[in-house]
């Protein structure tokens, strides 16, 4: 059962644009992790929120965690060709298994 | 320099012939997982590890086996592979904070005829 929802699941933009990918679930979670990946690479991390409502800026990339930890969205500000990639939200259940659910993913292409 | 390798890199193999995908880190992360990635199902964890001698099922553990002998190692073993299990692996460690950063490895792609 997938437990993390994502949208869009495509992603084709012109270079200056901006977008807001969107994490969704019915589910809480204790955190939430974004990752970016490359092609024949795995993810890298991006950010982790922790707190409801907590929002964190890594340059032009604004992460949001839901009041209630149960959702999240990354917004990119003016997006460049380097911000192609594969972009993964990862929650960390809230039941002390450890266990990880990853979103589906959203692949971004920016156009020059 | 901080990593975590997965050998081998490509596999192609045959139904029912046993295979084991070796993972290592050399970051003495006491937590350490493996997923399979598939189009249009995102990452699904196969098993984790807390540490030495302790593994546990993640949401798709059927027809895997892990052992965890050593803090670094954490191989991944079909006893009998089937073709649903061909997919692109990836085993990923972190220290033991829940909230910690999971450091991936390049991927291990494999394909069961």
């Known amino acids: 059962t997938q437990l993390l929802e994502q949208s869009p699941q495509f992603l084709s933009i012109q270079e200056g644009e901006n977008l807001t990918v969107y994490c969704n679930s019915s589910s809480v979670f204790s955190s939430l992790q974004w990752y970016r990946q490359e092609p024949g690479e795995g993810p890298v991390l991006l950010v982790t929120v922790v707190t409801g409502g907590e929002v964190k800026k890594l340059k032009r990339l604004t992460f949001q965690f839901g009041d209630a930890r149960k959702d999240s969205s990354l917004h990119i500000t003016a997006a460049q060709p380097g911000d192609t990639g594969l972009y993964l939200c990862?929650?960390?259940?809230?039941?002390?298994?450890?266990?990880?659910?990853f979103g589906t993913g959203t692949r971004l292409k920016v156009l020059a | 320099e901080a990593q975590v390798t997965q050998n081998p890199r490509y596999l192609i193999t045959v139904t029912g012939k046993k295979l084991t995908v070796t993972c290592s880190q050399n970051?003495?992360?006491?937590?350490m997982s493996w997923y399979r990635q598939d189009p249009g199902l995102g990452l699904r964890q196969i098993y984790y590890s807390m540490n030495v001698e302790v593994t546990d099922k993640g949401d798709v553990p059927e027809g895997y086996k892990v052992s965890r002998k050593e803090k670094r190692n954490f191989p991944l073993i079909l006893e009998s592979p089937s073709p649903n299990q061909t997919s692109l692996y990836f085993c990923?460690?972190?220290?033991?904070?829940?909230?910690?950063?999971?450091?991936f490895g390049p991927g291990t792609r494999l394909t069961v005829l």
């Open positions: 970051m003495n992360h006491e937590y």
């Open positions: 990923a460690s972190r220290t033991s904070g829940r909230h910690n950063e999971q450091f």
């Open positions: 990862a929650g960390v259940r809230d039941s002390g298994t450890y266990k990880y659910i």
